[in-house]
């Protein structure tokens, strides 16, 4: 057959969870990056906020230039106190003082120049280029000459020896200087400041991770066959908390590691008797098919067809029922979504698939029904019920009695909320009271019981009734002559609002 | 009554056959979806048994297929797997019923049996119930060639429970089918009806069972010799 499932999905889901548990492996360089990232961003920042000012201190510097050529403009008319011999001389010029110790204190770096109206070269220094202005304001702009950026003030001014160009060069610019000593003085500090803090900061960070790595290796360690719990007292109080969480899922990984290797094991077992019989029987039948007497023939009586018959069902049934076990395993049920289950139609759909069952031993199978619903798995339910009632009509006696009730209950729950009841009663032998907590127990029979039952039924609507966040329980369901008889197996839940 | 069995296992296919054969049915019986297609081309037939772990092509979409050939046999579902999702998606692509492995065959005698009875139903005017039958069309209900007289709410009553056998049916659906006939019927009336049948059915073999706080259900006296209990 095609219909088989592939890996266990119980391995799967421990795979999974363990390949979770490796997690903290990528936090801690995340932790550390994002560390490193939040220090040292906010100091470059820092860096570059200090490089701007420089730089605007710099522009002041170039501004305050600008300013002392105005000013040392008008000394420079001044400065010419005659005019040539010819128009083509150079006028007679007697350098103020304050511009002669300008350009002495940049020498080689300033310079002047007097031309005459037209532009043409009359005194000075001659490479400093021609710019005729078209105003008697100063202007300033900037040239080149052998490397050397000068900033230049040209005007236009009516002096003693008539209307002349001045122009007055200074190379020491400011701006220039700047950029030149930005990079040593501004950019190289402030780098290297950042790469000391980056190391620094790093080596912290490291240091201070030391703890969160020593407990992700200690992570690592673990595997889904030794999940013992980290020693919280080892790591830093900061993770503490994350430490026991840790530990919390570890157990209870182990815990479903663990039932579900008693599981298996149980299963394992418990299945083996029957299919022992069957091929016990199977196996003497072929062998005395094949004794030469009898010609490779067998006839089987009735009750031993019956017999072989009985044990593939309670084979059949076992297997049916651990896979509804181990489906309606509480901690899987969680995450699934709920529904609206209208509790009268179940208990009208599960009487229906039992009256055969209940017919063939003369027992009454009834309904005692009132309008309920609930929220939850229908198809668990139904597997529920059906347990609850295949027990009843299976332990009672010929000519009994099986009820099954539905309704709304009177009392209140605990958070003063609306409830509702699902319940079997059957009028049978019922359960020692000393008995009835083990019996939701798995593989679990009372001692002395007879029939084919396997022990799980019980234990399946258990696990049900837990994935409803609800509880069964058991009682008498009566007395006779003063002694407890028949059982009631009831299911309480809140009613969705 | 001529049935197709699709499924590869030929034990489990072995065994249905056998048991299906000794409960009077003819069987056809091929081991892949391909073969079923060739088969259904030139043949027919009342019911089919269709596994949904085939190779290659698997049962949900043989099913698929015959639907859309426009093949409107009754189809029963095997399935190795119960899950909610299967079985809705098999009664959406048209399948008719589902038997989840392992089952026993007494209940799939039965489905098999309620199948035909609906598609019966469906298509020809008699409902049969072990020895009984009901000609709609006629209005005359025979049991081994005898004519039952049956009176107007009687044979609502007896065409109602019919349908529904195996399952019982709800006194609440009875009344509601009643209501037809008279608009102040109460439940004890449907009392009345149900012990005059059970007087001209229990001759023939057929009990008229009482579930209680349900309704009612029809009964093979003595059952069928399969249906016996399983031994301790």
Same mark, same amino acid.
């Given at each position: ?11 799967? &889901? ?9 997690? !903290? ?134 002096? &003693? &020896? ?43 960070? /490291? ?156 027992? =009454? ?6 309008? &309920? ?99 069964? /329980? ?24 | ?53 085939? !190779? ?6 043989? /099913? ?58 469906? /298509? ?57 006939? =008279? ?50």
């Amino acid at each position: 057959m095609r219909e088989t499932t592939g890996a266990d999905p119980a391995t799967a &889901a421990v795979a999974e969870r363990a390949a979770a548990l490796s997690v !903290p492996a990528a936090m801690k360089s995340g932790l550390q990056r994002r560390l490193l990232l939040l220090l040292l961003a906010p100091l470059s920042l820092f860096a570059l906020v200090s490089i701007y000012f420089d730089y605007e201190t710099a522009g002041n510097a170039a501004l305050q230039q600008d300013q002392q050529l105005r000013h040392l403009a008008p000394l420079l008319a001044d400065s010419v106190l005659a005019p040539g011999r010819t128009a083509d001389d150079s006028p007679v010029m007697l350098l103020a003082p304050p511009v002669e110790e300008f350009i002495k204190a940049r020498a080689g770096f300033a310079g002047y120049r007097v031309s005459d109206a037209d532009g043409r070269f009359l005194a000075g220094d001659a490479w400093i280029s021609m710019v005729v202005p078209t105003t008697r304001e100063p202007e300033f702009h900037s040239m080149e000459e052998n490397g050397v950026t000068y900033r230049v003030v040209v005007q236009r001014v009516r002096t &003693a &020896a008539g209307e002349l160009i001045l122009q007055l060069a200074d190379g020491s610019d400011a701006r220039q200087q700047w950029v030149r000593s930005v990079f040593f003085k501004v950019l190289l500090p402030n780098l290297m400041l950042v790469l000391a803090a980056a190391l620094a900061v790093n080596w912290a960070v /490291t240091r201070a991770l030391r703890p969160l790595l020593a407990l992700k290796e200690a992570v690592e360690r673990r595997s889904p066959r030794d999940l013992s719990a980290i020693d919280p007292q080892s790591t830093p109080s900061e993770v503490r908390p994350l430490v026991a969480s840790l530990n919390g899922l570890f157990a209870l990984v182990n815990d479903q590691a663990e039932g579900q290797r008693r599981f298996v094991a149980d299963a394992a077992h418990q299945l083996r008797t029957p299919l022992a019989g069957l091929q016990a029987q199977v196996e003497a039948w072929a062998q005395a098919a094949m004794a030469p007497a009898a010609g490779r023939q067998l006839t089987l009586s009735a009750d031993k067809i019956m017999a072989l018959r009985s044990a593939t069902r309670r084979a059949s049934q076992l297997a049916n029922q651990l896979l509804a076990l181990s489906r309606a395993d509480a901690s899987h049920m969680a995450g699934q979504p709920v529904h609206r289950v209208d509790l009268k139609d179940l208990c009208e759909s599960v009487l229906a698939l039992h009256l055969d069952a209940a017919a063939a031993k003369g027992i =009454d199978l009834g309904l005692e029904v009132r309008f &309920a619903q609930v929220s939850g798995h229908e198809w668990l339910l139904r597997e529920l019920l059906g347990n609850l009632v295949d027990n009843a009509v299976k332990y009672t006696a010929p000519g009994g009695t099986v009820t099954i009730r539905c309704g709304p209950l009177e009392a209140q729950g605990a958070a003063g909320e609306a409830q509702v009841f699902l319940e079997v009663e059957d009028d049978g032998p019922g359960i020692p009271a000393a008995e009835r907590a083990r019996v939701l127990e798995r593989f679990y029979r009372v001692p002395g019981t007879g029939g084919e039952g396997n022990g799980l039924g019980l234990a399946i609507a258990d696990e049900i009734a837990r994935a409803h966040r609800a509880q069964l /329980t058991l009682e008498a369901a009566g007395s006779r002559d003063g002694v407890a008889c028949g059982l009631r197996v009831r299911l309480v839940m809140r009613s969705p609002a | 009554m001529r049935l197709l069995l699709v499924e590869d296992d030929v034990m489990l296919a072995s065994g249905i056959k056998l048991g299906l054969s000794d409960a009077g049915y003819a069987v056809d019986w091929v081991g892949s979806a391909e073969r079923a297609e060739e088969v259904l081309q030139g043949e027919s037939f009342d019911a089919a048994i269709i596994d949904i772990g085939l !190779p290659n092509i698997d049962g949900l979409e043989l /099913t698929r297929r015959l639907r859309s050939r426009g093949l409107a046999m009754p189809v029963l579902i095997l399935t190795a797997r119960d899950a909610l999702e299967d079985r809705v998606q098999g009664l959406d692509l048209g399948a008719d019923d589902y038997m989840v492995k392992p089952f026993e065959l007494p209940e799939l005698l039965a489905r098999l049996r309620a199948l035909l009875r609906r598609s019966q139903a469906a /298509t020809s005017a008699i409902l049969s119930f072990g020895a009984l039958e009901l000609d709609s069309a006629n209005r005359q209900a025979r049991a081994n060639g005898q004519l039952i007289d049956l009176g107007p709410r009687e044979w609502t009553v007896m065409e109602y429970l019919l349908i529904h056998a195996p399952k019982p049916a709800s006194k609440e659906k009875l009344l509601a089918a009643l209501t037809g006939w =008279d608009k102040e019927i109460t439940p004890n009336a449907i009392e009345v009806y149900v012990s005059r049948l059970r007087g001209k059915l229990e001759p023939h073999g057929i009990a008229l069972r009482s579930i209680r706080g349900f309704g009612y259900r029809l009964e093979l006296v003595g059952g069928e010799s399969l249906d016996a209990p399983a031994l301790p």
